[in-house]
Structure formats: C-alpha cells, structure tokens
C-alpha cells in the first residue's frame, strides 16, 4: 500500500479490501472459464472436423497463446484506467468471443476455429487485471495472501472442465456455448455495477504506458520471474487444457470422465495457491518456490512411467496440482514484493504473459512427441521435470543475489 494515503483512504482501503477481494476472485472465475472453453470439448471437436492429436493440441493451445500475448497491454492498461473499468472490458469482450467460437465449431472450419481461439485468449488477461487491482486492495505484508486469493480464480478451468462437457451432453454443443457468453456477459456487468478500483491506485500519479513496459523490461527480476512462472503457471495452463485429451489417449477415458479429472487437477491447484500465498507472507516466498518445484520434479517423474492403476496415477496427478497451486502463489507473492507499486500492473501483465507462453508451448510439445504406438507422454512429462530443475538452480541463484532485496522489501 502506498505510504502517501491519507488516513482516510487508509480506513476505505481496510473496510473495502476482502468485498473487493471476493468479487474480482468471481470475475476470474468467469474469465478462466471462457478462456478454457476449447479443452473439455476436444473430443468434439476432434470427431467433428476429423483432427489429428497434433491439430487438437494446436486448436487447444490457441486461446493460450492469445491471453499471453494480451496480458502485457492488459497490465499496463490496468495501470491506467483500472480494474473496474478493465475486467468489464475483457469480460465483456470475452462474452461474444466464447459466442463466436460456437458458431465456428458449428461451421466445421477449422482455420476459422484457429483464429477465433485466439481471440477468445483476451479471457486469460483478466489475470493480469485482477493481480494489481486484488494487490492494491492490501497492504504490503499482505499482498501473498491477496494475490493467492485472487489467483483461485483458476477455478474456472475447474469449472470449465466440470461443467461445459455435461452442459454439452445436456444441451448440445452451440446452447453450451450461448449458456456461457450470457453468464460471462453478466459477470461484466456486475463488475462495472460492484467493482470498485482501491485508494491506493486512486491516489496513485498517472503515468504513459510505454515508459512502464520499457521500464518493467529493463528490470533483472522481471526476467527472473518471467521465467519461474513460464514454468509453474504455464504447467498449471497446460494440463488444466491438455489433460482432458492425455487421459483419453493414455486411459481411454470418454469426455465426461476426463473433464471430472482435470476439474479435480485444477481444484487441487486452486486450493493450494492461496495457502501458498499466506505461507510466502510468513516464511518468504523463495522457500516456497523452491519446496513447490522440487515437488513438481518428482511427480513429473513418476507420471512419465504412466502408472497404469488409477489408484495410483490419480493421487500422483492430485499431488502434482498441489505442488503447482502452491508455486503460483509463491511465485506472485515474490512478484507483489518485488515489483514498484506504480509499476505493478504492467510488470504483472509481463510476467503473467510469460506464464500464458509457458503454457502455450508444452500444449504442441506434448502432441508432437506423443508416442501413439505406446500411448506414452513420457517425454512431455521428463521435460516438464528438467525445465522445472533448471527452476530450482535459479531459485538458489537469486537467493544469494541482487534479487534478494528486491523480493524481501
């Protein structure tokens, strides 16, 4: 929190935090809905206009890459005008794109498909609105928990996963997707009616927006994050879109089957990375990391070698989510502390941009070194594990470097 508010705005910022806190978490929830609307219905799809594995990964991944490439002008943009004015405008946009790719799915085009999904990506910047805008609602020893809060608005992928297959089943496949553009639609009314930007950003000097991207990539640590969360956040994204697909390959689980899995994948991640927030609050945000990735390695590991009973393979996946949970919530909590409060909007969109690519690539990576022969992920998973090693030597580095100040403030 900045320390120019008056005692007035002081009092505002506590009674209004933990409102404002809820009601963005809800807009999330919203947002990683549509922006994962593709995954859960990739069996459709796949019979519907006759995909490879390759092109289902490639249709999948698109609304990723789309939300990593808008994250950066989302942040920045938040910066300026803030969140409220922000999550209407990327919810309210959201709304007619989920709208949009039901009519191309019901077209058979799969080049249209291509195209509207990654549009349908500016969902994923509600991330990099919410962060600020949930940061500045806290005060500075607080701001783990705010953004871990705020980061369980990955729920909706849950969601998504849970949801849209047995709305598909029920309905059809265009009324699932008019269901979920008027809910969305709603959602962004309701922000713009019950959203309120916090004193701190109001009281906050208005500054151009290049200036603050330029100056977000001139910092070490934006680099340093950038790469931490391509890892943890872009394993979160990938599964949470991919996994429906993997386990009908490997398992030969039918779309409902998948979907109620991948729901409890990203639940399980949802719930840990708030606690991983409160717990970088208390024990710093480094150990965290470090403990979250080291768990990442040896899960990634024993999945590689595709357990083949499901009591086994599912809690390895449950325990996989929860070390993926608590590092998003490390990882951000670092973020909050490190990044110039005047700045964090942008320096957040940048970093969330890097966590959106992270979960872009290993999407197409997963289905081009897919072993069908075998029905075998195993050098997906044994590069997930050596990427996040890579994370763990960088994690150690920063501690004993320039970093340290930066992230303990």
């Keep these: 929190m900045s320390e120019t508010l008056s005692d007035t705005s002081a009092a505002r910022l506590k009674n209004g935090q933990l409102r404002h806190l ?3 978490t809800i807009a999330s929830v919203f947002g990683f809905w549509g922006w994962t609307m593709i995954g859960p219905l990739s069996k459709y799809y796949a019979g519907h206009l006759n995909l490879s594995t390759g092109h289902i990964a490639t249709l999948v991944a698109m609304p990723v890459i789309g939300g990593s490439v808008a994250r ?27 709208l949009l790719t039901g009519l191309a799915g019901i077209l058979g085009s799969y080049p249209l498909l291509l195209v ?37 608005g990955m729920a909706g992928t849950a969601v998504s996963a849970f ?44 500054a151009p927006m290049l200036p603050k991207v330029k100056h977000a990539f001139s910092l070490a640590v934006t680099y340093q994050m950038c790469f931490l969360y391509a890892i ?22 039918d779309a409902t089957a998948a979907g109620t899995r991948t729901a409890g994948f990203a639940l399980a991640a949802v719930v840990a990375r708030p606690i ?20 990442v390695i040896l899960f990634a590991a024993i999945l590689a070698f595709q357990p083949t009973d499901e009591r086994h393979f599912g809690p390895a996946w449950v325990l996989m989510a929860l070390c993926v949970g608590l590092g998003t919530g490390g990882v951000f ?77």
């Design 276 to 295: 991983g927030g409160s717990i970088a609050d208390k024990i710093g945000p480094r150990l965290v990391t470090l403990a979250s990735f080291l768990g």
């Design 232 to 253: 943890i956040f872009g394993a979160f994204v990938a599964f949470s879109n991919y996994l429906p697909t993997y386990l009908g390959n490997v398992y030969d689980f």
């Design 116 to 152: 509207v999904a990654f549009f349908l990506g500016v969902a994923g910047t509600v991330f990099s609105v919410g962060i600020p805008f949930s940061s500045d609602w806290y005060e500075s020893h607080r701001k783990g928990f705010a953004t871990g809060v705020f980061g369980a």
């Design 72 to 98: 950066i002008p989302a942040g920045a943009l938040t910066d300026k005008y803030g969140g409220r004015v922000m999550f209407t405008v990327v919810l309210g946009l959201t709304a007619p794109l989920v």
């Design 163 to 206: 949801v849209t297959p047995r709305l598909n089943a029920a309905f059809g496949y265009l009324p699932t997707h008019i269901i979920v553009a008027i809910l969305i639609g709603l959602m962004a009314v309701a922000s713009w009616i019950f959203l309120r930007d916090s004193p701190a950003w109001r009281d906050r000097e208005p």
């Design 333 to 409: 909590a670092w973020v909050s502390r490190a990044a110039p409060a005047s700045a964090a909007g942008t320096i957040s969109g940048v970093i969330a941009a890097a966590g959106g690519l992270g979960g872009y690539f290993p999407q197409l990576y997963m289905g081009a070194t897919y072993n069908a022969q075998e029905a075998s992920y195993f050098v997906g998973l044994m590069t997930l594990a050596v990427f996040t090693l890579l994370g763990v030597v960088l994690t150690l580095v920063m501690r004993r470097g320039g970093s340290e100040r930066a992230s303990t403030d």
């Design 22 to 24: 809820i009601l963005a």
